[in-house]
């Protein structure tokens, strides 16, 4: 008698093991922390570990990449009122990031490194310009031009321009 022919079992694929974090390239670890949402983010991913950091470490690219996607923040601007001259910085609160908060915590922005003229003790400095997280001020009195980068607290003066006449 012949007897049916049973079916050879199914061999089942043996499994893959799963792929961690640890297992991927860098350019896909970059591709990751492109999503990531600020500056400060990325910054605590990549001390993370050795391996996050050689991946932004390693690519002058990506983190040009990055910077573009992610511009710097407003945090805030300054504001002369009709009753006085000297100009107040108002930090935006529409924000609820820890990151610009602690921004604004720890910049100064009352502008207290700018030094102040020994004759008259008065603050002659004027805003003409921020950009870019630096504010460019002068001050006729001392015949300088001051940038202050108001979050690292480091300044510059240059001596003003001769004027030009005609």
Not at 87 to 107: E, K, Y
Not at 130 to 157: E, H, K, M
Request: proline share 12%; aromatic share 8%.
């Amino acid at each position: 008698m012949v007897s049916p022919q049973q079916p050879a079992a199914a061999k089942k694929p043996t499994p893959l093991p799963p792929t961690t974090i640890s297992a991927l390239d860098l350019d896909t670890l970059r591709e990751i922390f492109l999503c990531l949402p600020s500056l400060p983010s990325l910054v605590r991913a990549a001390l993370s570990c050795h391996t996050f950091l050689d991946a932004v470490r390693s690519s002058p690219a990506f983190r040009r990449r990055f910077r573009a996607l992610h511009p710097p923040p407003l945090l805030g601007h300054f504001l002369t009122t009709q009753d006085t001259t000297i100009r107040t910085f108002v930090p935006l609160r529409s924000r609820s990031d820890p990151d610009i908060a602690a921004a604004v915590r720890g910049g100064d922005f009352f502008l207290t490194r700018l030094p102040v003229p020994e004759d008259d003790g008065a603050v002659s400095w004027s805003i003409d310009d921020c950009r870019d997280g630096f504010v460019v001020l002068d001050n006729w009195s001392t015949q300088q031009i001051a940038v202050y980068n108001p979050l690292a607290r480091t300044l510059d003066l240059f001596p003003l321009p001769p004027r030009q006449e005609h």
